[in-house]
């Protein structure tokens, strides 16, 4: 007997149909296999009976309720397709609500996704009093490295070196226009490797020389805090070469005036 793949199929669910109803004739409670088979093989008969697609449908819903299947299999099963033949020609037909009055178990029921317990928030190592000095609204995202954070922002640089906000993952803290707020920051975990940010640290945070050069940067782009006194006189650098020119946080300009420490006034 030769029989096609689709015909091989359909035996299959046959023989899983037929074992849920001689389990279910013996008083046993159908599992998830024998549920989906027993409803799906129901269509298929129906369709070879003669019956239209919404008859089958409906068919298969009046087989099982909750008092022939074991708790849970309700939240399980909740729709079954099945690709059936009727009389006018293959179709696909979507049993919703398959088990007719079932009650689900919520959140107890198998497959359920249940909130563990929130990870413990560490406690900031470092409070920052931050100014934006910007006639925009700024936000630093949970895991930026918050030395390198918008140049607008006025608060201790040295400081922030190698930390992050204090806040859950994917969270923000927002700075108002010439507004200002105190944070906490933590050490960045992990690797401490910084590299994409605003360009003033592209490697190791803890590199012997590294976070000296990363201040030196941020004085010559005009970065405001970078002597180390924060949200306090709005100074820039204490050099002169930085940002006392004004284009620290009031002109627009990011690291634009070419202030990269190529004027041999840095070194």
């Known amino acids: 007997m030769r029989l096609t793949p689709t015909e091989r199929d359909r035996l299959l669910l046959r023989s899983a149909a037929e074992l849920a109803r001689?389990?279910?004739?013996?008083?046993?409670?159908?599992?998830?296999?024998?549920?989906?088979?027993?409803i799906a093989d129901t269509v298929c008969e129906a369709a070879r009976d003669g019956k239209r697609l919404a008859e089958a449908i409906e068919e298969a819903r009046s087989v099982l309720g909750p008092a022939d299947v074991l708790p849970g299999v309700s939240d399980v099963v909740t729709e079954v397709h099945?690709?059936?033949?009727?009389?006018?020609?293959?179709?696909?037909?979507?049993?919703?609500?398959?088990?007719?009055?079932?009650?689900?178990?919520?959140?107890?029921?198998?497959?359920?996704?249940?909130?563990?317990?929130?990870?413990?928030?560490?406690?900031?190592?470092?409070?920052?009093?931050?100014?934006n000095t910007a006639a925009v609204p700024v936000s630093v995202t949970s895991h930026f490295h918050f030395f390198e954070a918008n140049p607008r922002l006025d608060f201790d640089r040295a400081a922030a070196y190698g930390m992050r906000l204090c806040v859950p993952a994917g969270s923000s803290v927002r700075f108002d226009p010439h507004g200002e707020g105190e944070v906490g920051l933590v050490p960045i975990g992990g690797d401490r490797i910084a590299i994409?940010?605003?360009?003033?640290?592209?490697?190791?945070?803890?590199?012997?020389?590294?976070?000296?050069?990363?201040?030196?940067?941020?004085?010559?782009?005009?970065?405001?805090?970078?002597?180390?006194?924060?949200?306090?006189?709005?100074?820039?650098?204490?050099?002169?070469?930085?940002?006392?020119?004004?284009?620290?946080?009031?002109?627009?300009?990011?690291?634009?005036?070419?202030?990269?420490?190529?004027d041999g006034d840095q070194a």
């Open 82 to 131: 099945v690709e059936a033949v009727f009389d006018d020609g293959s179709r696909l037909a979507v049993v919703s609500s398959p088990i007719r009055g079932a009650v689900g178990l919520g959140e107890d029921a198998p497959g359920a996704v249940v909130p563990g317990p929130g990870a413990p928030q560490p406690e900031p190592v470092v409070h920052l009093h931050v100014r």
């Open 22 to 38: 001689a389990r279910r004739a013996r008083g046993l409670k159908l599992n998830v296999p024998e549920a989906t088979a027993l």
């Open 196 to 262: 994409g940010f605003a360009g003033l640290v592209d490697g190791p945070l803890d590199a012997p020389g590294a976070k000296a050069e990363a201040l030196r940067r941020a004085a010559a782009c005009g970065y405001l805090g970078t002597d180390g006194t924060g949200a306090t006189d709005g100074a820039g650098a204490t050099d002169g070469t930085g940002a006392t020119d004004g284009t620290g946080a009031t002109d627009g300009a990011d690291a634009t005036d070419g202030t990269d420490a190529t």
